[in-house]
Nanobody, 113 residues
Framework: QVQLVESGGGLVQAGGSLRLSCTVSSRTGRSYAMGWFRQAPGKEREFVAG????????KYADSVKGRFTISRDIYKNTVYLQMNNLKPEDTGTYYCNMGGHYWGQGTQVTVSS
């Protein structure tokens, strides 16, 4: 059974940075699509960033372009989300997704103003 485990969330002031990690229990390979989503209280889950293959095959939500960077280490079966210049509206539970099918348990990110 495939398991995704996120880590790296926390409380940070506006303008600060966090790096989220998502480790997958099985080999993913470059061809497997990986993504980060987030859900704020009372709102629907939304796409944040995705990667298929290498660094040139990434996609971002407009709200995080230029601030967030998704990357992957296929040897560690891990996907990262580097979040810089965080804003209070980035607050929410961040979820890792693999292939559109598997989800992690989520990690909380709280940005204070």
């Amino acid at each position: 059974q495939v398991q995704l485990v996120e880590s790296g969330g926390g409380l940070v002031q506006a303008g600060g940075s966090l790096r989220l990690s998502c480790t997958v229990s099985s080999r993913t390979g470059r061809s497997y699509a990986m993504g980060w989503f987030r859900q704020a209280p009372g709102k629907e889950r939304e796409f944040v960033a995705g990667i298929v293959g290498g660094p040139s095959s990434t996609k971002y939500a407009d709200s995080v372009k230029g601030r967030f960077t998704i990357s992957r280490d296929i040897y560690k079966n891990t996907v990262y989300l580097q979040m810089n210049n965080l804003k209070p509206e980035d607050t929410g539970t961040y979820y890792c997704n693999m292939g559109g099918h598997y989800w992690g348990q989520g990690t909380q990110v709280t940005v204070s103003s």
